[in-house]
C-alpha cells in the first residue's frame, strides 16, 4: 500500500532490491481513494480521493479538461512521484510490492509527442528493448503498422531519421514509438493522447495501428478526441482531480446533460470537415501516406549512407568542393590573397636560406676580395629574408584573423527579415483582435521539399 501525509517525500527507496520480484503480472490495475499534490504546487491539490479501476486485457479512457489529473495519473503509475495518501494496486497488490525496473519492462508507454534520436529507425524501435532480435523487432514494426513503410524508405531499417524524426511525419513517428514500445511485449500499455497532434489522415493509420495493439492488453487511453475511445470497455471522465462519470460511451451518450456528452457534442460541432473524413477510408489513407514517404525519399538519400563499391560517379560540379568554396569566399578574395602570399613567403625562406648560405661557402674558395663583396651581399640577403619569413608568418595569421573577424560581424550585423527590435512598424492601437490569413504559402528553409501551408485562409474573428 502506498500511503502518506505528506506530498514533499518522493524519494522513497524504490529501487530496493529486495521487493517481490519477477511477478506474472495479470495487468489488474486499481486506484483506491488516490490524493496527490505536486511538491512544488502544495496549495493546488490534483487527485482528491480518486478511485478507478482498469481490468485486466481491457481498455479503459480517462477523459476530462485540461488540468483534471489524466496525466498524474500515468505519472503515479509509473512511480515518478508518490501519491499523498491512498493505495495504488496492481493484481490486488501495492505497487512498491514491485521492483520498478522490471515492473517498467512491463509497461508500454506512447506520449502525445514521441521521443525520436538522431540515429536510425532499427536503433529507435531498439531502445524499447535492448537486447531484441532483428525478427522481434521486424514483427513489432508490422504491429504497429509501419512496416510497410519502413520498407520503402531508401535503406529501410538502417534509414536515419533525423535529429527528433524530423525526417518523418507525425504518424510515421508515432508507429515508430508504438513498435518501441511493442517490442517488449508489455502486459500494460499506457497511450497519453497519442493521436491528438495527427490530422485525419495519419490518425486513422495510427488509431488502426493501436486498436491492433490493444487487444490482448491492459490498456489506459488518456484521450483529447473522444472519437478513439468509443470502443473502450470502461470510460472514467475526470473533473478537479475526481471521478465524476464512468461507464461505456453507449451508456454515457444516453445521460441526458451529461459531462461526457457534452463533450462529445462539442467536439461534433467543431469538426468542420466531418462528412468528408468519415468517407475517407483506411487504405485511401494509406496511399497518402506512401505518397508522402515517395516524395521525402530524396531528402533522405542526402542524408543517409552510401555503398562506396556501389556508389555512382559524382557529377561535374560535386567534384569540385574546393572551388565551390571559394567562390562562397568572394567576397573575402583580397584577404585570401594576401595571406596565401604570405604563407609563400613564409614557407620560401628556409629553403632560400640554405641556398644563399651553400653560395657563402662556394665564395670562401674565391679570392679575397671576391669573399668580401659576396659574404656582405649573402649576409644582407639572408638577414633580409630573415625578416621577410617573419612578417610572413605575422602577416598570415594577421590576415586570417581579419577574415574570420569580418565573418563574425558579417554573422552578428546580418538583419533578420522578421526584425522583432525594429520601432519603425505601426504600433497596434485600439488592438481588437481581428485576425486574417489571407492566401498564406509558407516553407521551411530547411525543407524547401515539403510545402507547410499552401493557400492557408482563415478568419479569426474578436472575441472567438
Known amino acids: ?74 505519472s503515479l503509475f509509473l512511480r515518478f512521484y508518490e501519491p499523498s495518501s491512498g ?7 501495492p505497487i512498491t510490492d514491485y521492483n520498478v525496473k522490471q515492473l517498467r519492462q512491463k509497461i508500454g508507454v506512447v506520449s502525445q509527442e514521441p521521443i525520436l534520436f538522431g540515429m536510425s529507425v532499427y536503433e529507435n524501435i531498439r531502445f524499447g528493448k535492448v537486447n531484441a532480435t532483428r525478427a522481434e523487432i521486424e514483427q513489432a514494426a508490422r504491429e504497429a503498422n509501419a512496416h510497410n513503410f519502413i520498407m520503402q524508405l531508401p535503406n529501410k531499417y538502417e534509414t536515419l531519421v533525423g535529429e527528433r524524426g ?51 492488453r491492459t490498456t489506459i487511453i488518456i484521450a483529447h478526441r473522444l472519437t478513439t475511445i468509443r470502443n473502450a470497455h470502461q470510460i472514467y471522465v475526470l473533473d478537479n482531480g475526481n471521478v465524476v462519470e464512468q461507464g461505456t460511451h453507449e451508456t454515457l451518450m444516453i445521460k441526458e446533460g451529461g459531462k461526457y456528452q457534452a463533450m462529445v457534442k462539442c467536439q461534433q460541432m467543431k469538426r468542420i470537415y466531418d462528412d468528408t473524413d468519415d468517407m475517407m477510408s483506411i487504405q485511401k489513407a494509406t496511399e497518402e501516406e506512401e505518397k508522402s514517404i515517395t516524395e521525402r525519399s530524396r531528402l533522405f538519400s542526402d542524408v543517409t ?34 595571406g596565401c602570399v604570405a604563407c609563400l613567403l613564409s614557407g620560401a ?29 649573402c649576409s644582407l640577403a639572408g638577414f633580409s629574408i630573415q625578416a621577410l619569413r617573419i612578417v610572413g608568418m605575422k602577416s598570415w595569421r594577421i590576415a586570417a584573423s581579419i577574415s574570420a573577424a569580418e565573418e563574425f560581424f ?5 538583419k533578420p527579415a522578421i526584425d522583432n527590435t525594429s520601432g519603425e512598424e505601426q504600433e497596434l492601437v485600439d488592438f481588437r483582435g481581428d485576425i486574417k490569413f489571407d492566401q498564406v504559402k509558407f516553407i521551411y528553409p530547411t525543407r524547401p521539399t515539403s510545402i507547410i501551408l499552401n493557400k492557408f485562409q482563415f478568419n479569426i474573428k474578436p472575441g472567438k
Open 349 to 377: 625562406a628556409q629553403p632560400l636560406f640554405a641556398f644563399l648560405f651553400a653560395k657563402t661557402v662556394d665564395i670562401l674558395l674565391e679570392i679575397f676580395g671576391a669573399i668580401f663583396n659576396g659574404v656582405w651581399v
Open 166 to 216: 524530423i525526417h518523418l511525419s507525425g504518424g510515421e513517428k508515432q508507429c515508430i514509438a508504438l513498435a518501441r514500445a511493442l517490442v517488449k511485449q508489455p502486459t500494460i500499455l499506457l497511450l497519453d493522447e497519442t493521436t491528438s497532434a495527427l490530422d485525419n489522415v495519419r490518425e486513422k493509420i495510427v488509431q488502426e495501428a493501436l486498436d491492433r495493439a490493444c487487444k490482448g
Open 87 to 93: 493505495q495504488i494496486m496492481i493484481d490486488g497488490r
Open 410 to 414: 558579417d554573422l552578428f550585423d546580418r
Open 1 to 74: 500500500m502506498i500511503q502518506g501525509t505528506d506530498a514533499s517525500i518522493n524519494e522513497p527507496d524504490i529501487w530496493k532490491e529486495d521487493t517481490t520480484a519477477n511477478y506474472n503480472i495479470n495487468g489488474d490495475i486499481e486506484f483506491n481513494k488516490v490524493n496527490f499534490i505536486y511538491p512544488s504546487r502544495k496549495d493546488v491539490p490534483i487527485l482528491r480521493n480518486l478511485s478507478l479501476i482498469a481490468r485486466a486485457g481491457q481498455t479503459t479512457a480517462l477523459v476530462g479538461p485540461s488540468g483534471c489529473g489524466k496525466s498524474t495519473c500515468i
Open 305 to 338: 549512407t552510401v555503398d562506396v563499391n556501389k556508389q555512382s560517379p559524382k557529377p561535374f560540379k560535386q567534384r569540385f568542393v574546393l572551388l565551390r568554396l571559394l567562390s562562397m569566399n568572394s567576397p573575402e578574395w583580397i584577404t585570401i590573397l594576401v
